[in-house]
Each structure stands twice: as C-alpha cells, then as structure tokens.
C-alpha cells in the first residue's frame, strides 16, 4: 500500500470526478490526469479538457446515473457536484435539496447496483465544514445549503454502515484558490475588484472562517481514496486556524497595493453565520494529511494568477 495522498499507484485507474467544471473539480481532474489515471469527468455540460472523457449528465437523474457508473466501472468515484450557496432565501430549499441530496443518494445507489456482489467502489464525497456537528453542540444549521450537506453525510454513513458501500466524506472549509469560477466568493471578488479599481463591499467582515488552498484540498481527496482506513469516515479539511474576513481582505489590500478602500458594513452580515474551524486532528492521523500552503502564501498565489490572467482566462462574473 502506498502512503497517504503520495499519487503512487493511479496509472489506468478508471475515476469518475463529478462537478468536473467547478473549482475543486477542475483541479481534480488535471491532478489526476497529471497522475496518469483514466478520468471521466462530468458535469451538466459537456466539455473537452486535456485527457479527460467528458459526460455531460445531471445527476439527479437516476436512471443516468446509474447508466454512467455501469459504463465507466470505476475504481474511484470522486463527487464534488453541488449547488453552492450561502443564501437564507427559503427558495433555495428545494434546489440545494435535489442538487445536494438526491445527487448522492443516487450515487451511491448506482456504485452498490454496479457491484453486483463484488467489491463497490470507492466514493468520496465533498462535504461542508457548515454542517453542524451535534456531538461538538452544535444543533443548527446556518442554511439550506448545510443542511442538505449534512443529510448527505448522514446516508453516506447509511451506506457503508448498512451495504458496506466504501464512502468517505470531506468536510471542506472556505476554499480559494487561482480559478475560482464562484466569483462571487470573498478571494476571487476582492481579488478582482482590487485589479479593476473597485472598491469591494463587505460585510462587517468580523467573522473567523478556516481557508485552505485548493490544492492542499486536492490532496486531502487523493489522500482519502487512497487510504482504506478513510472509509466510512467523515473528516474536517481545514487549517485549524481562524482568520476574519477583514483581515484576508486587508491582506488582499496589501498584495494589490492600489489606492483603493474596502467599504465594510456596506452588506449586512448573514443570520446564524458562525464561525466554523476545522478540527484537523482525524485527517492527520487517519490520512495522513495536513495543510501544506499557508494563508499568505496562498493569497500571494492566488493574486498574481488573477493578476497575470487574461480577461478572457479569468471566470466571468
């Protein structure tokens, strides 16, 4: 067996990555076809990318899900397709609980059917660090979002505990990172406004959040496949450590080093926003992982990628 997240051992190893166009995804995907494993990548749109067999599919759809799974027969299926948002708009229930359950829940039927019998295969699922963790006390959860989330880590551990179907889940912290599509999210909006002469408009910003870099998260997935003790388990992939929102954007400031002013207060702060820091203990002795890229350096990264990325390279808003 090789050690945890070493990329040892993926030569023709059929993957399927859903979310393949997201952030995380697309990180994924060209980690894994640098590893020289077989990469089916889908998303809801099809789309051609290095040496990755693209399916265009929705997953809700069970039917086509199971028909994905039956023609691919991975090895490893790596699901990062989800609705995100941090909205509180009772709206968003329904669409967070199809994306972000139903999804899964088909998933890991379709890997269990296509068993047959035999040995599943491996399932890693990406989780959210906004999930609420009863045995820590904590009882509410911040958005439909988090819940949906959590209801999907709950039939994950259904799943293997019921059909011994080898399913890990990731709990993911605020990730960021070059080529975040979400522009929306903090880094990429400050980032880009700084570039543009903009003044961003924040929150109070007071709110600590653990940020990870994407390809520190990348890892943590790699790890998580590779590790046969990983399955059934839930784990945090963070930093461990708290930073607020004003003070990333005052480092951001910093970086750019232009002219312009962050307007705080300018948008109210969410309802039951908390803050939420990584409890890294289990991923490091379980998998062997920890954070490797430090939040300034990460921030420097990520500033000079947007930086020298043509308007045309950079995700649209």
């Known amino acids: 067996m090789t050690a945890a997240g070493s990329g040892e051992g993926w030569a023709g190893r059929r993957t399927v990555v859903t979310g393949a166009t997201g952030f995380i995804g697309a990180h994924l995907v060209r980690r894994l076809e640098s590893l020289g494993a077989e990469v089916h990548a889908v998303s809801r749109t099809r789309r051609a990318s290095g040496g990755a067999i693209w399916h265009a599919l929705d997953l809700r759809d069970g039917a086509a899900t199971g028909d994905l799974i ?12 989800s609705e995100v948002t941090g909205t509180r708009d009772v709206h968003a229930v329904r669409p967070t609980l199809e994306a ?33 963790r009863p045995e820590k006390g904590e009882i509410t959860s911040s958005s439909p979002y988090a819940v949906a989330k959590w209801a999907a880590t709950g039939y994950a551990r259904l799943f293997h505990q019921l059909w011994r179907v080898p399913v890990t889940v990731l709990r993911v ?23 543009e002469g903009r003044p961003p408009e924040i929150s109070s910003g007071t709110r600590l959040v653990d940020w990870v870099y994407v390809d520190d998260v990348v890892d943590a997935f790699i790890a998580a496949a590779e590790t046969e003790a990983a399955a059934g388990g839930v784990f945090d992939i963070g930093t461990g450590t708290g930073t607020s929102i ?13 002219p312009v002013a962050p307007r705080y207060g300018a948008l ?8 939420r820091i990584a409890d890294v203990a289990p991923a490091a002795e379980t998998l062997g992982w920890h954070p490797a890229v430090g939040l300034e350096e990460g921030l420097r990264r990520t500033f000079t990628w947007y930086a020298r990325s043509t308007p045309e390279e950079r995700p649209s808003r």
Not at 70 to 81: G, I, K, M, S, Y
Not at 178 to 188: F, I, Y
Not at 268 to 275: E, G, N, Q, T, V
Request: zero cysteines; charged letters at 20%.
């Open 70 to 81: 039956r023609a691919t027969r991975p090895d490893v299926v790596f699901h990062l397709a």
């Open 173 to 195: 912290a605020m990730v960021y990172g070059p080529g975040d599509p979400n522009t929306r999210r903090l880094v990429p909006y400050v980032t880009r406004s700084l570039l």
């Open 246 to 258: 004003r003070q990333v954007v005052e480092r951001l400031v910093e970086i750019a080093d232009v």
């Open 100 to 132: 972000n359950l139903s999804s899964v829940i088909n998933l890991l039927t379709a890997v269990m059917d296509a068993a047959d019998g035999a040995a599943a295969a491996r399932v890693v699922l990406a989780g959210s660090i906004e999930e609420p």
């Open 268 to 275: 109210a702060d969410r309802p039951l926003d908390a803050a």
